[in-house]
């Protein structure tokens, strides 16, 4: 698994609450991995934006709608 993060803008976002809330898109073809690793996410930055793709066309399509600043890729 290759994890891309912008570390700074998601500790700010959980210090102020008027900072835009982080968005995430997290990667997998396998639906297990995929929504266990929405749900860890969820737990630890529940103001972020989560979406999911289950393939490498579906994700390049939410990175150019969605422009996230973290993206978890298997």
Not at 42 to 65: C, G, I, M, W
């Amino acid at each position: 698994m290759t994890i891309f993060v912008n570390v700074e803008v998601i500790v700010m976002n959980q210090k102020d609450s008027s900072v835009e809330k982080p968005k995430i898109v997290i990667v997998d073809d396998h639906p297990l991995i995929l929504g266990g690793t929405f749900n860890i996410l969820r737990q630890h930055y529940p103001q972020a934006e989560l979406s999911t793709a289950n393939t490498a066309k579906e994700f390049l399509d939410k990175v150019k709608t969605i422009a996230p600043d973290l993206v978890v890729i298997d």
